[in-house]
């Protein structure tokens, strides 16, 4: 036993790690498809900006034609694309996303072990809590290559566990750490390098955080009871440091963001994605869609809240026994992660009167949380909400364990326990979402066109459209119409289209004219265009020398696949020049997925 204590951090770490490596993208490549290529393009756009300007900008006629694009609101953080533009620049097929994974995972878990440790739990126990809270997240493990940007969760395990630290300090041993709350605030800083969707849920959790210590302080005063003011100079010298790094990229990054959002004004939200609440208490053992649950399969990227009852049980016995406990600190040193909860569960669901309301409420009480627009996401917050109540409630856990140790009832109980979470666990097998490399032959030929004169590529179909819904006609056969966008990568030259998780009415006008208008009805109607739309269409090519060539995707646009309309398509641009296949959209490993061609012209008609 002594042994296993310590190798503890080891241990642990080793498990975390394999986890890591269990669910690597395929083949290590690049995306392709839909939110799977969000992060790879991004952080192309930005290495072209940092090798090009030297700087970050939120404007650019690098990327998207026939006009430039202001980007302010694609999926995009300071840490993933600062740090990955560097790497794209370096070797744009070394797997950063996933090393960037790897590496949070491990950062996190030492981080929140460490803090454990500090709270006095033994050093088993602080990694075994540190591992569980760190890899055993269901929500986040079912966004997987999905939403690339909600898996980097490091600042948001260390604001949740410092904040137990805090609390822990000022209930149990009446002492308000003004050093603590200097590393607070350096991760909130910390905070604003990452994805947008985490800055309200956070400022919200900290607000509540700090609204529960000025409570303490007014019943510390009526009460006549000393609460010691903890402040060293020195010790806060570390994380005044680094926040002034932080600070100095952040004026890097966010006076162009700011000056490009002050010239788009408001951004329209719409609230979506709404959870099923009774998938909350859904235990992980019984499988999926089992028994009298009669539940849809777990495997929705958007909407999993499930976290199973390996938290559940052992936060509502938290809840329970600091609640009886005589002397202890009551449910006080709980109440900010209990009123947490509270407005997750309120906040993820669709409500009736009189709470039908309360998303819009909190959207404008909370700096930033009018972009929290897709409520079921609270689910990546649930394990840390648990977790840290349970650290909370240690004490009174371990000495209601001690009492009963000896009790065959205990042993049974902790048994059932035991094996269930086991079963829970297992979910954590479950194959993610994944694409399969881009095959050798398409490769090839999107490398060819790399080195052919023109800066743009014309893809049939192509999208526009933003997660938010604005422009979503000029983005007919979505999501797979936005693999065109994703091919940049592979090939470098301005694409036609833009899709974002937000955009502007502002950003669908210039397609609001001809040829794109006939084009986005033809694909709507999954027809071929008609001979007064082919002389429009070679019209358009013949204006644009710029483009260096056609990409068709007949599996998108059907019509383009039927002998009649190719015989059409070769007649105006003759035969194709190139010709491969890929999965059009990500399957469960990977395996499987539905293929789509992708056939290359020339950009010229013939005369």
Not at 34 to 62: K, Y
Not at 92 to 111: K, N
Not at 248 to 268: M, N, S, T
């Amino acid at each position: 036993m002594k042994r296993l204590t310590d190798f503890a951090f080891w241990l642990g770490l080793a498990m975390l790690l394999a986890y890591g490596y269990w669910v690597h993208p395929a083949g290590f490549g690049r995306g392709y498809a839909e939110d799977m290529c969000f992060p790879d393009f991004a952080r192309q756009i930005m290495a072209d900006q940092l090798r090009i300007h030297g700087r970050p900008s939120f404007v650019t006629d690098l990327v998207m034609t026939p006009a430039g694009a202001s980007i302010p609101y694609m999926s995009w953080s300071i840490e993933r694309d600062w740090l990955g533009a560097y790497f794209w620049n370096w070797n744009r097929d070394f797997p950063f996303l996933w090393f960037y994974f790897c590496v949070s995972l491990a950062a996190t878990y030492a981080g929140v072990g460490f803090i454990l440790r500090k709270m006095g739990l033994g050093r088993l126990a602080a990694w075994g809590i540190a591992l569980a809270a760190v890899g055993f997240h269901v929500p986040r493990h079912f966004k997987i290559w999905h939403h690339y940007e909600h898996l980097l969760q490091h600042w948001v395990y260390w604001g949740f566990f410092l904040d137990a630290w805090i609390l822990q300090r000022f209930w149990r041993e009446r002492k308000l750490s003004w050093n603590l709350e200097a590393w607070r605030a350096l991760v909130m800083l910390g905070m604003l390098g990452t994805v947008g969707y985490f800055w309200g849920p956070m400022i919200l959790e900290w607000g509540l955080v700090r609204l529960g210590l000025a409570a303490g302080l007014l019943w510390a005063r009526f009460h006549r009871t000393k609460i010691a003011q903890e402040w060293e100079f020195r010790r806060a010298l570390l994380p005044a440091a680094i926040a002034a790094v932080l600070i100095a990229l952040d004026l890097r990054w966010y006076p162009p963001l700011f000056e490009e959002v002050k010239k788009l004004g408001e951004v329209p939200q719409v609230l979506s994605w709404f959870a099923e609440r009774d998938y909350l208490p859904r235990p992980l053992w019984l499988g999926t869609g089992a028994g009298i649950w009669k539940l849809a399969p777990l495997d929705r990227p958007e909407t999993v809240v499930t976290i199973g009852w390996f938290y559940w049980v052992p936060l509502l016995l938290s809840v329970w026994l600091v609640r009886r406990r005589a002397g202890g600190p009551g449910l006080r040193i709980l109440a900010p992660f209990l009123g947490l909860l509270l407005i997750a569960f309120l906040y993820m669901g669709q409500n009736p009167w009189p709470l039908d309301r309360f998303q819009a409420w909190v959207q404008a009480v909370v700096p930033f949380m009018s972009f929290f627009r897709v409520a079921s996401r609270w689910g990546l917050f649930l394990p840390q909400i648990a977790c840290v109540m349970v650290v909370l409630a240690w004490p009174e856990l371990r000495e209601w364990v001690r009492a009963r140790q000896h009790r065959l009832s205990l042993r049974v109980a902790l048994g059932l326990f035991l094996v269930t979470s086991l079963v829970e666990f297992s979910w954590l097998l479950y194959p993610v979402n994944a694409m399969p490399p881009l095959a050798k032959p398409v490769v090839s030929m999107l490398e060819k066109i790399r080195e052919l004169p023109g800066e743009s590529v014309l893809n049939l179909p192509f999208c526009v459209t933003g997660g938010n819904g604005v422009c979503s006609e000029q983005c007919p056969n979505y999501p797979g119409s936005t693999t065109g966008m994703c091919l940049r990568t592979w090939h470098d030259k301005k694409i036609y289209g833009l899709y974002a998780s937000r955009l502007m009415f502002s950003d669908c006008e210039i397609y609001r004219r001809a040829p794109f208008t006939s084009w986005f009805e033809a694909w709507r109607q999954q027809r071929c265009l008609s001979d007064p739309e082919w002389d429009e269409f070679c019209g358009y090519l013949k204006e644009h020398s710029e483009i260096a060539a056609v990409l068709v995707h007949p599996e998108l646009w059907h019509a383009a696949g039927t002998p009649e309309c190719r015989q059409k398509l070769e007649a105006r641009l003759g035969p194709p020049l190139g010709e491969g296949s890929y999965p059009i959209a990500p399957t469960r490993g990977g395996q499987g997925a539905w293929p789509s061609r992708i056939i290359w012209y020339s950009p010229r008609c013939a005369k």
